[in-house]
């Protein structure tokens, strides 16, 4: 049994004036400094911004997901938010704001993408030329040996991520327009591959596996719904909508649950013109039109 989630976290920091999540410097992994060690302590006023409640409920997840174990065909469990924290943390405070009405939802991490960056759907062209987001980036513990992380230095193509940022790339000139009412998250932040080397989404895992690491997820979703305040999530995919429909009306949330098609080069249907299909539903939802406004 692989324990994939049983790992240290890092956190954010630890200055009281910033109101982030404290963290010890006591136990510290490969590809880690001292600023990014584990541990998860509100600060001392209590409070918190949008952005510091929303990493404290990733760390939270985090704590919750230590215990779990993955057997065949999961090999390697790769965390972005252990080894990519410094730009997931940026990421999260530079865009994850208050006023925010729609939540993108992701499944998981992909290799080429959040994999490497942290930032979901994170293909490295849109995370630095249009996020302006940089740092430095570690590595998982375990690697497969073809799937290193090598950052912001990837050059292998994300194409979901260059699909899905490259359309809200045109329509916002300025990535500050989109994330003033959107934001994006993955319902799950762990990343799984097979001895291959094969990507493996949540779904291909084996039942009760897959139930136990959903169940915790859908609950950490719930609290982040919650830290938005969003009133509209959109499923990326089908299953990811699944999810966040079922976790969401289990708690009574107000928050109504869409999907837009998955931007994978798996899914046949993308692959013949996905951004005009996205188009077409983001019209339908409203969500078109509230973008539009902001560039304007």
């Not at 990811?240 to 708690?251: D, G, N, W």
Request: charged fraction near 20%; glycine fraction near 10%.
């Amino acid at each position: 049994m692989l324990n994939g989630a049983g790992l240290d976290r890092s956190a954010v920091s630890t200055d009281p004036e910033e109101q982030q999540p404290q963290r010890d410097s006591s136990t510290l992994l490969p590809g880690e400094d001292a600023c990014v060690a584990a541990g998860l302590a509100r600060s001392p006023g209590g409070g918190g911004s949008v952005s510091w409640l929303f990493l404290q409920a990733e760390l939270e997840l985090d704590l919750h997901l230590r215990g779990l174990s993955f057997s065949e065909p999961v090999r390697f469990v790769y965390n972005p938010l252990q080894y990519a924290w410094n730009l997931h943390r940026s990421f999260v405070e530079t865009y994850c704001k208050a006023g925010v009405r729609v939540l993108f939802l992701g499944m998981n991490p992909g290799p080429f993408g959040m994999g490497q960056t942290g930032v979901p759907f994170g293909e490295v062209k849109s995370v630095v030329e249009w996020m302006q987001i940089s740092g430095e980036v570690g590595r998982p513990p375990e690697e497969h040996p073809k799937r290193r992380v090598v950052g912001l230095q990837c050059t292998q193509s994300e194409v979901s991520g260059a699909r899905f940022w490259g359309f809200f790339r045109k329509l916002c000139h300025d990535p500050h327009l989109f994330f003033r009412h959107c934001f994006v998250h993955n319902l799950c932040p762990l990343m799984f591959m097979a001895s291959s080397g094969k990507n493996l989404t949540p779904p291909e895992l084996k039942r009760a596996e897959r139930e136990a690491l959903l169940a915790q997820c859908d609950a950490a979703l719930c609290r982040v719904v919650r830290v938005l305040g969003v009133s509209l999530v959109i499923g990326v995919g089908r299953v990811a909508e699944h999810r966040a429909r079922k976790a969401l009306s289990t708690v009574g949330s107000s928050a109504r649950v869409e999907g837009i098609m998955h931007p994978s080069p798996r899914n046949p249907a993308a692959n013949k013109g996905w951004e005009a299909v996205a188009r077409g539903r983001l019209e339908e939802l409203g969500v078109l039109s509230l973008l539009m406004e902001a560039e304007r």
